[in-house]
């Protein structure tokens, strides 16, 4: 068995069909096992016989879609690719706050234009790209919480890769994900 978490886009947890239990009950009836959430923001940890992660995005979506009306989003990272995250400590001597964001954002599919990753020159003030780790499919950035244009980047971000192929979570959240994993 392979450990793998999925990030979802467009959770809410506001709505009945999106709370934690009905995405658990999603992934136990795809036959995963040891199937939890992290947070009430579309994060599940899962074990699955080991498979690829575009096989698995696409079987966890159409089941999303289906049985509970959620359209699009799902992006799979395995276990290992996030162990090998967290460890080369993307973020060194910066702690996440308020005022702060240390950011991974997951782009799906394994061959990225990596010329159309904004290193050190982000498409807004706020947001400075500091890596692409391409392993884990993440661009690593720090966003400046305390300038309201952030969401700029999360536009160009989706204009450059498709919505429904991002999705941004705190590198928190991350080794939140991964703990989960390892327990």
């Given at each position: 068995m392979t450990g793998y978490a999925a990030f979802?886009?467009?959770i809410m947890p506001s709505n009945p069909n999106m709370r934690n239990e009905k995405l658990r009950a999603v992934f136990e009836g795809l036959g995963y096992e040891q199937v939890t959430t992290l947070l009430?923001?579309?994060?599940v940890t899962f074990q699955a016989r080991e498979t690829a992660s575009?096989?698995?995005?696409?079987?966890?979506?159409?089941a999303l879609n289906t049985e509970l009306g959620i359209p699009g989003g799902t992006l799979i990272r395995t276990r290992d690719q996030l162990h090998?995250?967290?460890?080369?400590?993307?973020f060194p001597g910066l702690t996440h706050c308020r005022e702060t964001y240390l950011t991974v954002t997951f782009i799906k599919g394994a061959h990225l234009d990596l010329a159309a990753v904004p290193k050190?020159?982000?498409?807004?003030p706020t947001i400075r790209v500091v890596a692409y780790d391409e392993a884990a499919g993440a661009i690593l950035s720090i966003i400046d919480n305390t300038d309201p244009n952030t969401p700029a980047f999360m536009s160009w971000v989706e204009k450059?890769?498709?919505?429904?192929n991002v999705t941004t979570r705190t590198f928190l959240t991350v080794q939140k994900a991964l703990k989960k994993l390892d327990s």
């Open positions: 979802l886009r467009g009430s923001s579309g994060n575009a096989t698995l995005e696409s079987r966890i979506q159409k090998d995250l967290v460890a080369s400590d993307p050190d020159e982000s498409p807004s450059q890769y498709g919505k429904d």
